[in-house]
Nanobody
Framework: VQLQASGGGSVQAGGDLRLSCTGS????????MGWFRQAPGKEREFVAA????????YYADSVKGRFTISGGDAENTVVLQMNSLQAEDTAVYYC?????????????????WGQGTLVTVSS
């Protein structure tokens, strides 16, 4: 079982990035999915999450209106579209899968984690 996050990179403030999370050994549509991030010297924090059916979505206040979580066009992927990026969004971003019905922002409710992809936003 593996989650692979990709799509990170360097962008100027105001720019956009699209992160992808691909599953192997598990079918992502059978899990609630989440994105988290960890900035240098800080704890891992919640960014966005989506229920198994993709209907219920919730976001951290800091990204609401700028980030969107959704199923990807490619098979067995989940995407985090990040628009209007700010320097404060700089972090390693992780995708995670949960067996819980509604894991919300609780890290301990997520069962599988990807390795992370670095996003750097310069001001």
């Amino acid at each position: 079982v593996q989650l692979q996050a990709s799509g990170g990179g360097s962008v100027q403030a105001g720019g956009d990035l699209r992160l992808s999370c691909t599953g192997s050994g598990l079918t992502l549509s059978e899990y609630a999915m989440g994105w988290f991030r960890q900035a240098p010297g800080k704890e891992r924090e919640f960014v966005a999450a989506m229920s198994r059916d993709g209907v219920t979505k919730y976001y951290a206040d800091s990204v609401k209106g700028r980030f969107t979580i959704s199923g990807g066009d490619a098979e067995n992927t989940v995407v985090l579209q990040m628009n209007s990026l700010q320097a404060e969004d700089t972090a390693v971003y992780y995708c995670a899968a949960s067996n819980a019905l509604l894991p919300y922002s609780v890290l301990s409710r997520y069962d599988y984690w990807g390795q992370g992809t670095l996003v750097t936003v310069s001001s």
